[in-house]
C-alpha cells in the first residue's frame, strides 16, 4: 500500500529540510548549553556546519546509505550534532539511554546492527569496552568528550575532535557528496529507530520514516503551539520520542531555540534560571511542581498562607467557569488579575514558569485535579497522547479544558475504538514497523490500524480518554475490572507519593507498593520531629506510615469500596534512572516492580 | 535493646544563616563504639557540638539516658557525663602532662578516684607518664592526641566524644592510638562516639557506623555490614574496580544501600 507524501517547503526528507532551514536562519541562535557554568550559543550556521563535519567524517570512515549509527549520551549539543549529521549522511540513528546498563546496551547495539557508535564520555565508553568482544559489526566509536582518556588508545575508539578533522579533509576532496545523498533521500527512507521502554521484555525498535517526522512537524504550531520566538528547555533524554520531536524535529522546522538542562539533578534550578515559554513535562515533573508549592506554602507565614488560599479561591473559580465554557464578568475578570500579580505571578516566578505561554504533559496520564490546579494559578496546561509507533495523535485544544481527556485526534489521524475497548488508531505518518520483528508487527499493525494496547473511550466531542493500558486492567478475584492508573494519578497527586502500583490481579482485594517522595516526606519527618537516619529508616516510621495511610485514606474516599486500596507498603530503597524498575522517564514499571517486590506483596495478602 | 545513652533526635543546627545539620538523628547504646563517617563539611564535628553544647541546635532534642541536654552550657554538659577530645586536639600548650590531665578532671571532687584514674592513663600510655612535667605544647602531634584523650578519660565521662583521633598522625600512630581506644572501650566499659574521616579503622573498631553526607544521614548500620556497602568502599575507602581500562576516573552514582 503505497502512502500519500508528506512535503514541507518543498522538501520530503528532514535533512533537506534541515539544510534549508539552516540557510534560512543564519546568525540566529539555534541552542544554548553551558560550559563551565556559563551559557554558550550556536547558531543555526553552527548547527548545520558541525552536522556536515560528522556526515563528512562519518562518510570518509565508510558509512553506507542506511547504516545504522548509535547515540548513547546524556543530552548535549553533539547529540544534536551527531543526529542530523548520521542523516546528512544517509545514515539512521539509535539513541541508546545512557542510563542502561551494559545487557542493555549489547541489546541495543546488536538488534539495531549498528555500525558506528558515539558516546558521550569514558563512563559511557567504559560499558562499550566491557562488551567489546560481543559487538563485532561496531566498526568506530566516537567519544564527545575526552577527558579522562588521554594516553588511552584503542583501534576503534578516537575523539569527536578527530572525526572533525576527518570530516574537514574528506569534505575538501568531496565537497557536494553530503548534497547528493541527500537529494537522493525520499519520504520512506529511515530517520530513527526509537526503542520503547519495553515494560515487559526486551525494547523493541520501531523504525520511524521522513513521511513520520514530517507529518509530525505539521502538526506545530496550530496544535502543538511551538514557535520560532519560543525557548524551550531540554531536559528528556532525547532517546525518548517526546524529547526528541520537541528539542530536535519541531526546532528544525519552526525554528525555537533550545537549551540543554545541565543534568537531570538540576532540571528545576535550569527552569527557573531559563523561564522557557514552551514547557513539555512529564506528569512527574508537574506533580513536583505542585508538590514543592505545597512544601512552601506550609512553611509560609500566616500572612503568605492567607493570601495563597484566597488567591487559590479566586483561581478556582475562575477554572471553574473556563472548564464549564462560561463567559468572565469583569470583575472575576480583574479580581483573578490581582491574585495574579500579588501571588501567581510570584509562584509561577519560583517555579521558572512565568514566561510559558504553552505549557503541555504528556508520555503518562496526569491527574485531572494536578491539571485544575495549575489552571487555577493561571497556567493552562494541554494535555498530548501519542505513542512511539503512531506519534503524538492528539491534544487537547487551546481555551477547551477537558480535564480527563487527552482531546480530540489531529487531522491526518484517526482514532476508534476496538470491541474491547481498544483504542486502535492510525496516522499519515505512522511507525513503519518494529525492527527485526514481523510477528510483533503483524500482532499491533493490523489493517493499518494500530493496536495501541490502551483502552479507552471516545466521547461526543471526539475527546479521547485513555483508561489504562489494556495489560494492566485488574480482574479481582470477585471478577470486578479495575483500572488502576485512574487511583494510582490520585496517589501520585499527593505532595508525599512519587508513585504508586496497585496490585490486585486476580486477588481478592487490591493493594498498592508505594515510593514516597523524599524532599517532602524528609521535610514532614524534619518538621514533625520524627527522628530517621536514611532513606529505609525514614520508610520504616510507624509516623511515616500512618502518614500515607491517611493520604490513601483520603483517596480513597472517592472510590467505591471494591475500588479502595485495603493495604499497602512503601517500596523503601532509593531507586535512580539507572535501576530497572524505572523507565527513563521515572515511571514505575508495573511488572518488574510487582515481580520485584513479591515479597512485599505476598506479605500483604497473607493475613 | 534498652534506652540509648544518647540519643539524638532531628537535630538542626545553624551557623548563623548556614544550616550545617538538617535533621539528623543518632543513637550510641552503653558500651559501644559508633562511628559517624564523612567527609569535610559534612558536619561531623557540628554534630558534636551539639551534642556537648558547644553549638546551640535550633530544632531537635538531644538526650543523655532519657534526660534532655540539649543548649545547656558545656561545662554543665560534661558534669553530666559527657567529654569531648576536640578535633586538632586542643591541649593546654602552656601547662604541664600532668596539669592538662587534671583539667579534665576539673568537675570530680574524689581525690582517690582521680588518682586512681591518672594511674590508669598512665598505664595505657607510658609516655605521658615520661613526660608528666613536660609542657603540652612540646609534645608532637602523637603524644597530644594521646594526652587529648587521656584529658578526656580523666572525668570518667559515661560517654566519650572522640573528633578525628588520626588526624595528623602517622599510619603507625593512627593503629597504636586505636588499639588503645578499641581497650579503653573493652576494659574501662567506655562508651565511645567516634567522628573519623579514615573510614576503615573507624569501622574496624567501632560496631555500628554512620554515614553523614552535607549536613545529613545517608546510610547507617554495622559496621561490618557498612565495610561491605559498594559505596563506602568506593567513596570512603578508594577500593574500586578500575573498570575494562583499568583507570576509571568517573564515579560511580552513590545509592546508600
Known sequence: MSKPDVIIDGCDTLAKLFLKKTQERGDRIAMREKDFGIWQSYTWNDYREQALRIAYGLLSVGLRRGDVVSIQSEDCREWLWTDVGVLLAGGVVNGIYPTYQVRQVEHALTDSNARFLFVEDEEQLDKFLEIESDLPAIEKVFVFDWRGLRGFEHAKVESIDKLYERGDAYRAEHDGQVDQIVAAGSNDDLVALLYTSGTTGMPKGSMLTNRYVLFQTTLAPEYIRQTADDEILTYLPLCHLAERMFSAWLPIAHGATINFAESPETVMQNLQELSPTYVFAVPRVWEKFYSRVTTAMSEATWLGRKAYDLALRVGNRRADKLIAGEPLSASERFTFGLADRLVFRNIKKVLGLDRAHSACSGAAPISPSLLRWFLAIGLAIDELWGQTELGIITSTRAGVFRFGTVGPCFPGTDVRIDDNGEIVARSVGQFEGYLNLPDKTADTVVDGWIHTGDVGELDEEGNLSITDRLKDIIITAGGKNITPSVMENELKFSPFISDAVIIGDQRKFLTCLIMIDQENVEHYAQTHSVPFTDYRSLCARPEIIELIDSEVTRVNAGFSSVEQVKKFRLIDILLTAEDEELTPTMKLKRSFVSEKYTGLISDMYSR | ?257
Not at chain 2, 226 to 244: A, H, Q, R
Open chain 2, 1 to 257: 535493646m534498652n534506652r540509648p545513652l544518647l540519643q539524638m533526635l532531628n537535630i538542626e543546627t545553624y551557623y548563623g544563616p548556614i544550616m550545617a545539620i538538617r535533621g539528623v538523628s543518632l543513637d550510641v547504646y552503653e558500651g559501644e563504639i559508633v562511628a559517624v563517617l564523612g567527609a569535610n563539611g559534612a558536619g561531623k564535628t557540628t554534630l558534636l557540638k551539639t551534642a556537648t553544647g558547644a553549638l546551640d541546635s535550633s530544632k531537635g532534642q538531644v538526650l543523655l539516658d532519657g534526660e534532655e541536654i540539649q543548649c545547656r552550657d558545656p561545662d554543665w554538659v560534661a558534669r553530666k557525663g559527657i567529654a569531648h577530645v576536640p578535633e586538632g586536639r586542643e591541649v593546654f600548650p602552656f601547662l604541664s602532662v600532668a596539669e592538662n590531665l587534671a583539667m579534665g578532671a576539673f568537675n570530680r571532687n574524689d581525690a582517690d578516684g582521680v588518682a586512681a584514674d591518672l594511674r590508669i592513663v598512665y598505664d595505657y600510655f607510658p609516655l605521658l607518664e615520661e613526660m608528666r612535667e613536660k609542657m603540652a605544647g612540646y609534645l608532637s602531634g602523637g603524644q597530644q592526641q594521646m594526652l587529648a584523650i587521656g584529658r578526656g578519660f580523666m572525668a570518667r565521662p559515661r560517654l566519650l566524644l572522640l573528633d578525628e583521633p588520626s588526624l595528623g598522625l602517622s599510619p603507625a600512630l593512627v593503629q597504636e592510638i586505636f588499639e588503645i581506644i578499641s581497650r579503653l572501650n573493652q576494659e574501662q566499659e567506655l562508651t565511645i562516639l567516634l567522628v573519623e574521616q579514615n573510614a576503615n579503622i573507624a569501622l574496624q573498631v567501632s560496631q555500628r557506623g554512620y554515614v553523614m553526607e552535607v549536613g545529613g544521614m545517608v546510610m547507617d548500620g554495622p559496621s561490618d555490614k557498612l565495610l561491605e556497602s559498594e559505596d563506602i568502599k568506593e567513596f570512603y575507602l578508594g577500593k574500586k574496580d578500575e573498570g575494562v581500562r583499568g583507570r576509571r576516573r568517573w564515579k560511580k552514582r552513590k545509592t546508600w544501600r
